[in-house]
């Protein structure tokens, strides 16, 4: 087992904030109540295990060793705690109660009747699971015992993992996964830097580089690093990846100590590996299970699909059932033996004190014993059928062949297997739109500088091609100009540079690849690039670029600005060779026209919204001149902030907002993100299956709308409605405004829309409405400053939505998608919702719908992490839903309905058999075959069915769409086809017992003049109980392969050796030898023959008549109407939003 499979298994460790005063667990310092200044815990480490100076107090902390423990189980509490977890589920548990009744009671039946059943539930489930967690135990122990090297007096020491100890210095080679969480000292490059994958933990392959402090840089040997004394504080283990807030303390014999602040580029995750670096050595600060790996880990989803509950709510009518059968007998049983000469049957064997008992008592044990007579109507084996057809059916969605993406070499990936019938009840689909709707691969395509537009004709690098402007003006941007906004896209970004060869120090721009996080970033370098100005890479804390006239220009980079959501920009802060310090910064045009002076705004706004209506990425760029005096003063607070322990994110972000005022506006670029291969052919598949879809973007509205136009969400026809700061304006009046908005919208659409009886024919003169809205409307409306006025918002925006076909957010926060999700989950009807996107900024609305759909993109796989399901592209979004989803759906509401259906029909002659026995509680069937039905005789063929099933081939439901609505609002798991089958079940249970019994009259005897038995007469029934459930089955297949036709034929065959075999034997164990040679007789018997035949025949005709009604109509379909809408949720339709 790798160690990306210990991530996912193992434990959550989450650190709480106390409500008072406490000590840290790990020695670090305390925490404040409410009411003080609240402070996160810290720790400290001394590198090297050296003490600190006499200055400075010694406090020895524990932490927690290395070992990593992904078990769950042990050998001493792997039974105990096993059956704990596995009799909470209520199924379990009711057996286990039937069970201890038939141990303590006299009831009709053995206890293991239901015991061995149950036993078999449990023991299954414990295989699997202490399977599973020795596979745990295994490669926790390969990891544990794995070697490592630890410098220690100056000397290299070979260790196992789980010896590792906080403050320990290891020695790390290349290719080798780190052991636990790294602060990096040095490296074997001079600049200190390393690279290393985190493939394992997030799913990105690139190689990212890490950065030792250059204090600590130069000592790169095992002798020079054990001299080190030093000490970190840092803040107690938490499972985000991308964060991470420490400082290092270096002491000198001769100075004070040196402070220097740790980031998250500082620190090497275990699990992660080291790449195309010889060597480095960094002190442990995180280990075993408090390790980020560790702590990262997202648990299974909790969701729960609408079949699960259709299946509690059945279970409950079962149960009454089961309560009122038991009830009845048990009234009949003493209005019976009210009679004079009826009294309590002999074959009870019922002692004169056993008879005198109690009379509440003797009631209510006979209550109980006919609970046990019929607890079987109780589907026990369901719940283990349905785990196995989720479990495997999971296989089919990861094996497909058309959801493996060439480009990334990966195909679809099943996170839980609970929701696979979720994928078939899908009402609505919010997606993202930078990565999921488009491909993420930008391409750099024309910029702006000082309201002249340039766009890349030619080859040539020498020069821009100027083309027209929305406002042409004569000439073209000083040169000055165009070279300082070349230089600021050289300069402002994270870009890292890998050459493949480098020869006397000459790099050629062939050689360079660029590597980033943000294709956005890597499009601008290499658009500059075209223009003649090419980034060379950073060393030593320099950049360089090459510019036009082929000279190497060299900045230091003093400060990186990082971009965040929030912020919406990032900057950085560099010093050219003739000692001038500058700040560039780019960001969306929302976050840099505040920030610059305003009479530079108008010329580049009108190229921005051009370009944003053309479908294209926008960012504006500008910059601004420090004297030494203010990058002093800068530089004290970014400094002073970054050694801050507590709210380093919060002060650091407050600083920066301050630096990035009255900036320079240089222009403006446009990146294009192409629309993905069958983006569009999908959203209208989605929209034709009755799906209504909704885009979340943090996108401008221009650039958005243009991709929903291109994607086929916004038809030509269709009416925009918008709700955005240009429609209310940010006046003081706007929440009058929205609210006025609202109502007019509102009115429109409850007037304009067609009324619900006249759907189908009002649909073609229908007007069709899209919405669009932007962040900070939402907000208003979620957010209004009286909370009975934002209520009233929120009720009209919904009834707005769901009238729509087809909604685009713009502007959106993470939290704001998910909040969108919520509120469409709460609206009346509760539709089923899905999310779909790639980034991280995903993850919330994801985890928020009810199924979670990751793209494994290119901004790392956070989402695809924390999905349900991660596919390659958005295009395999159909076949997901309407094959996949469809199937699964169809395959496990027929698995539920027919186990409620055969095990009703099992207990039904037993219920109707006490009329005939004096309700004595006499079983009809041997305890042998009550046992064995739900085992062995019925369960497999409903198991093959509800996996390889279709109905409708996979090709036909891709290619129409509208097969999808016919599933649609758990249309299977309704009331009305339970009741359906609950009736057939009746009426086939009736014909078992009454046309066995009627026949019987007529014949009752054997051949050698014996008369038929009781047991002779209960084999027989269940003889054409066991044959006429499976052919139902068979009937019900419409796709056979090999193993249906094995499972089915199968079970039949073995059902028959399995009675010659009981029946045929003398067993030692048994007091009674009733089975013997029952079955052997009965078929002998010509009369016996002919009743099976006749009533298989008989409860089985009504299927017969359906299914060739269904292959007359299925000849002549009916062509469906082409105008009927497919973009409104009927299940709204039903509730009365329309």
């Known amino acids: 087992m790798s160690v990306t499979d210990l991530v996912g298994k193992s434990r959550t460790w989450v650190n709480k904030l106390s409500s008072c005063v406490t000590k840290d667990n790990y020695g670090g310092r305390t925490r404040k109540c409410g009411g003080e200044e609240q402070r996160v815990s810290t720790r400290t480490v001394y590198v090297g295990h050296h003490q600190a100076p006499e200055t400075d107090a010694y406090v020895e902390e524990k932490f927690c060793d290395n070992r990593i423990v992904s078990s769950k189980y042990t050998v001493w509490n792997f039974l105990p705690k096993n059956l704990f977890e596995q009799f909470r589920r209520i199924a379990n548990f009711y057996f286990l109660i039937i069970f201890l009744v038939q141990v303590t009671v006299d009831t009709p039946t053995s206890p293991v009747t239901s015991g061995l059943p149950l036993f078999f539930v449990i023991t299954v489930t414990a295989i699997k699971q202490g399977y599973e967690d020795w596979l745990r135990h295994r490669a926790d122990k390969e990891v544990n015992k794995s070697v490592v090297y630890v410098i220690e007096n100056a000397k290299r020491v070979k260790k196992e993992s789980e010896a590792i100890k906080v403050g320990d210095i290891v020695e790390v080679h290349a290719d080798e996964t780190f052991p636990c969480d790294i602060i990096l000292l040095s490296s074997c490059n001079d600049d200190g830097t390393c690279y290393v994958t985190t493939a394992s933990l997030d799913g990105e ?86 390790t980020k790996m560790a702590l990262n880990y997202q648990g299974k989803s909790q969701k729960r699909s609408a079949v699960e509950k259709s299946i509690n709510g059945f279970l409950i009518v079962y149960l009454c059932i089961l309560l009122s059968k038991a009830a009845i007998c048990t009234a009949l049983k003493y209005v019976w033996q009210s009679i004079s000469q009826n009294d309590e049957p002999w074959y009870n064997q019922k002692t004169q004190h056993e008879r005198e008992t109690v009379k509440v008592l003797k009631i209510f044990t006979d209550f109980l014993s006919f609970m046990v007579l019929f607890n079987f109507i109780i589907p026990v084996s369901m719940y283990v059928t349905v785990e196995m057809q989720k479990f495997l059916g999971s296989f089919f969605i990861a094996w497909d062949k058309d959801f493996f993406d060439e480009e990334i070499q990966e195909g679809a990936l099943v996170n839980t297997s609970d929701l696979n019938e979720e994928l078939g009840q899908v009402e609505y689909v919010f997606t993202d739109k930078t990565g999921t709707l488009t491909e993420n691969t930008m391409e750099f395509i024309e910029c702006c500088i000082d309201g002249h537009s340039y766009k890349q004709e030619t080859a040539e690098t020498e020069a821009f091609s100027e083309t027209d402007g929305a406002q042409p003006q004569p000439g073209r941007a000083e040169k000055s100009r165009e070279q300082l906004f070349l230089r600021a896209l050289c300069l402002c970004h994270t870009v890292e540079t890998q050459v493949k060869d480098d ?35 950073l060393k030593d804390g320099r950049m360089k670029l090459e510019n036009q006239s082929n000279e190497i220009e060299e900045f230091e980079l003093l400060h990186t600005l990082h971009f965040d959501s929030s912020r919406r920009r990032m900057s950085v802060i560099v010093r050219n060779a003739r000692g001038n310090i500058f700040l560039f910064c780019k960001g969306a045009d929302s976050a840099i026209f505040p920030r610059v002076k305003r009479d530079q705004i108008e010329q580049t706004k009108v190229h921005v919204e051009r370009n944003a209506m053309d479908g294209y990425r926008t960012l504006c760029v500008a910059y601004k001149e420090y004297t030494r005096e203010e990058y002093r003063e800068i530089n004290r607070r970014i400094l002073e902030n970054r050694m801050a322990l507590q709210e380093r994110e919060e002060k650091l972000a407050k600083v920066f907002d301050e630096i990035e005022t009255d900036m320079n506006l240089i222009g403006s670029t446009a990146v294009e993100d192409r629309l993905q291969d069958q983006a569009a052919e999908t959203i209208e598949a989605l929209h034709k299956a009755g799906m209504k879809v909704w885009v979340l973007t943090g996108d401008k509205m221009e650039t958005a709308k243009s991709t929903c136009y291109a994607c086929r969400l916004f038809q030509t026809n269709t009416e925009l409605l918008e709700l955005t700061t240009r429609t209310i304006g940010d006046s003081e009046r706007r929440e009058d405004l929205l609210h006025e908005l609202l109502v007019d919208y509102h009115k429109k659409l409850i007037y304009g829309f067609p009324k619900r009886r006249s759907i189908k024919k009002g649909w073609g003169e229908h007007q069709e409405y899209g919405l669009i809205i932007d962040g900070s409307t939402l907000s208003l409306i979620l957010n209004s400053s009286q909370e009975s006025t934002s209520t009233n918002y929120k009720t009209i925006f919904m009834q707005i939505c769901v009238k729509c076909t087809a909604v685009l957010c713009c502007r959106m926060a993470p939290l704001q998608k998910a909040q969108i999700v919520k509120m469409v989950k709460n609206i009346k009807g509760s539709p089923i919702t899905l999310s779909i996107g790639d980034g991280a900024n995903d993850v919330s609305m994801i985890l928020e719908s009810h199924v979670g759909i990751g793209i494994k993109g290119k901004e790392g796989r956070q989402a695809a992490r924390n999905s349900d399901y991660a596919v390659p592209k958005f295009k395999h979004l159909r076949k997901l839903l309407l094959a996949h989803g469809h199937l699964y759906y169809v395959r496990i509401a027929h698995l539920v309905q027919y186990f409620f259906y055969k095990n009703l029909c099992f207990i039904l002659p037993q219920f109707l058999y006490q009329f005939f026995c004096g309700f004595s509680q006499q079983p009809l069937y041997d305890a042998a075959y009550l046992t064995m039905y739900n085992i062995c005789f019925t369960s497999l063929p409903i198991l093959a069915y509800s996996l390889l099933e279709q109905h409708i081939s996979i090709d036909v439901l891709t290619a129409d769409p509208r097969l999808y609505m016919k599933i649609s609002d758990n249309a299977k798991l309704k009331w009305g086809p339970f009741l359906y089958w609950t009736f057939l079940s009746a009426f086939e249970g009736t014909v078992f017992f009454f046309g066995t019994y009627f026949l019987y009259q007529a014949t009752t005897l054997e051949e050698n003049g014996k008369v038929f038995g009781n047991w002779t007469f209960g084999t027989t029934v269940y003889t054409v109980l066991v044959v006429t459930v499976t052919l139902k089955l068979a009937l019900d297949t419409r796709f056979w392969t090999w193993i249906n036709h094995f499972v089915i034929w199968g079970s039949l065959v073995f059902y028959i050796f399995f009675s010659f075999f009981w029946g045929g034997i003398i067993w030692p164990f048994l007091k009674q030898q009733r089975m013997y040679f029952i079955f052997a007789h009965m ?47 009927y299940k709204t339709i039903r509730n009365g939003y329309v």
Not at 507 to 515: D, G, K, Q, S
Not at 1121 to 1128: G, I, Y
């Open 205 to 290: 392959s690139n190689c990212k580089t890490q950065y030792a402090i250059r204090d600590t840089s130069s000592f790169n040997s095992a002798h020079s690093i054990d001299t080190l004394q030093a000490t970190i504080e840092c803040e107690q283990p938490q499972p985000d990846l991308y964060k991470f807030v420490g400082r290092i303390n270096i002491y000198d014999n001769n100075a004070e100590p040196v402070a220097r602040s740790l980031g998250p580029e500082n620190l090497l995750l275990k699990g992660a590996t080291l790449k195309n670096t010889k060597k480095i050595y960094g002190v442990a600060v995180y280990t075993g299970m408090e």
């Open 1083 to 1129: 078929v002998t018997s010509v009369s016996t023959w002919l009743t099976m035949i006749l009533l298989v025949f008989v409860s089985l005709f009504p299927e017969i008549l359906m299914i060739a009604i269904k292959n007359v109509r299925r000849r002549t379909p009916k062509t469906p109407n082409s105008e009927l809408p497919m973009l409104v949720s």
């Open 503 to 537: 020869i006397d120090g000459i790099v050629e721009e062939a050689e360079l690849t660029y590597i980033s996080s943000s294709p956005d970033e890597i499009a601008l370098v290499k658009g500059a690039q075209k223009y003649g100005y090419t980034y060379l890479g």
